[in-house]
């Protein structure tokens, strides 16, 4: 299967210019922009980065070959393993429609080696009512998770960020991504669904889906 992935880059404003040379380095036309908010605990913002400030969530379709090079480009321009600047993850693209995959060379997009089912990293994406959220990451960080990113149901123009995560999500309902060790994955997603699952209040549900590289995680 010809693979494409979709990169996030999670990072504070002001960085606009310089992924948008990146994209166009690489020749990445299909891209977006949404907001969220970092949350994390005060005595954790050093060491992870992610706190309650206004986050650029950045979303585009790559190649695969092209994965090592983009990410690499992300660190050098903006920094991003250094502490309090964001993160950068890719994950695989199940299927996609032909104008995707005819948008990059066809002759370099071949099948990617096949990598192994135990990936490093997880994105686990929690989707809970609005009042809720503060509950979502206390239990995640109960399990070892170490901060987290806020996406608004209203009012944030996330479209299109829902139309790429696939979802669904209704005005008054937030959306929570926590990258977490792969370790510690089952426990956060426990821990999750005990305070705020579909029989509480919070109504949440969550997945977790394999992040096959990442910087700007420790």
């Given at each position: 299967m010809k693979k494409l992935k979709?990169?996030?880059?999670?990072?504070n404003d002001g960085h606009e210019e310089e992924l948008k040379g990146i994209y166009r380095k690489y020749n990445i036309s299909l891209k977006t922009v949404t907001y969220g908010f970092g949350t994390a605990s005060p005595s954790i913002l050093d060491y992870f980065g992610l706190v309650e400030t206004k986050k650029n969530i950045n979303l585009a379709v790559i190649p695969h070959y092209f994965e090592e090079q983009i990410l690499q480009q992300i660190n050098k321009c903006l920094n991003i393993n250094s502490p309090g600047t964001g993160i950068a993850f890719t994950i695989s693209i199940s299927s996609t429609n032909k104008f995707l995959v005819d948008s990059f060379d066809n002759k370099e997009l071949e099948e990617e080696k096949t990598m192994s089912d135990e990936r490093k990293f997880h994105l686990i994406i929690t989707i809970v009512l609005e009042g809720h959220l503060n509950k979502?990451?206390?239990?995640?960080k109960r399990a070892g998770a170490q901060g987290g990113t806020v996406i608004r149901g209203r009012g944030l123009g996330n479209k299109e960020a829902v139309k790429m995560f696939g979802f669904e999500i209704e005005?008054?309902?937030e959306l929570v991504l926590n990258i977490v060790n792969s370790e510690i994955k089952n426990k956060v997603m426990e821990e999750i669904t005990k305070d705020v699952g579909i029989k509480t209040p919070g109504k949440g549900v969550c997945i977790a889906i394999p992040v096959d590289n990442a910087i700007g995680i420790n």
């Amino acid at each position: 299967m010809k693979k494409l992935k979709l990169l996030f880059t999670i990072c504070n404003d002001g960085h606009e210019e310089e992924l948008k040379g990146i994209y166009r380095k690489y020749n990445i036309s299909l891209k977006t922009v949404t907001y969220g908010f970092g949350t994390a605990s005060p005595s954790i913002l050093d060491y992870f980065g992610l706190v309650e400030t206004k986050k650029n969530i950045n979303l585009a379709v790559i190649p695969h070959y092209f994965e090592e090079q983009i990410l690499q480009q992300i660190n050098k321009c903006l920094n991003i393993n250094s502490p309090g600047t964001g993160i950068a993850f890719t994950i695989s693209i199940s299927s996609t429609n032909k104008f995707l995959v005819d948008s990059f060379d066809n002759k370099e997009l071949e099948e990617e080696k096949t990598m192994s089912d135990e990936r490093k990293f997880h994105l686990i994406i929690t989707i809970v009512l609005e009042g809720h959220l503060n509950k979502v990451m206390d239990a995640a960080k109960r399990a070892g998770a170490q901060g987290g990113t806020v996406i608004r149901g209203r009012g944030l123009g996330n479209k299109e960020a829902v139309k790429m995560f696939g979802f669904e999500i209704e005005p008054g309902r937030e959306l929570v991504l926590n990258i977490v060790n792969s370790e510690i994955k089952n426990k956060v997603m426990e821990e999750i669904t005990k305070d705020v699952g579909i029989k509480t209040p919070g109504k949440g549900v969550c997945i977790a889906i394999p992040v096959d590289n990442a910087i700007g995680i420790n």
